[in-house]
């Protein structure tokens, strides 16, 4: 009687074990990617909001709105990763402020 516990006991454990430990590797690869996904958010963001910052600044420093994004990365710096990101900026007028959208691009 006692083998016919330990026999199902070292079974249970052969089987158990390692469910429990995919579980745990599966649930920390979904932890992860989901980091991932809010990180990739938060960058688009960010580059969305340099933008608009860098459009003020040359506002602010030649009473003009840059006329497109060459504009800004010759005269500020900006710097865009055109690999992971679009960016569709659209002047209306030198007096107001343009139109950007920034859509991340498909893996």
Known sequence: MK??????ISL????LLP???AAVLLWFAMAVDSLNS??????LRQLEE????SCVACYAAEGVYPPNL????D???LQIDEKRYTVRYTAFAENLMPDITVLENAP
Do not use: F, H
Request: no cysteine; charged share 45%.
């Open 3 to 8: 083998r016919d516990k330990s026999g199902v």
């Open 12 to 15: 249970l454990r052969g089987i």
């Open 19 to 21: 469910l429990a430990a």
């Open 38 to 43: 809010g990180r990739s958010e938060e960058d």
């Open 50 to 53: 340099t933008l608009r910052r």
């Open 70 to 73: 060459d504009y800004l990365k």
């Open 75 to 77: 005269r500020y710096g």
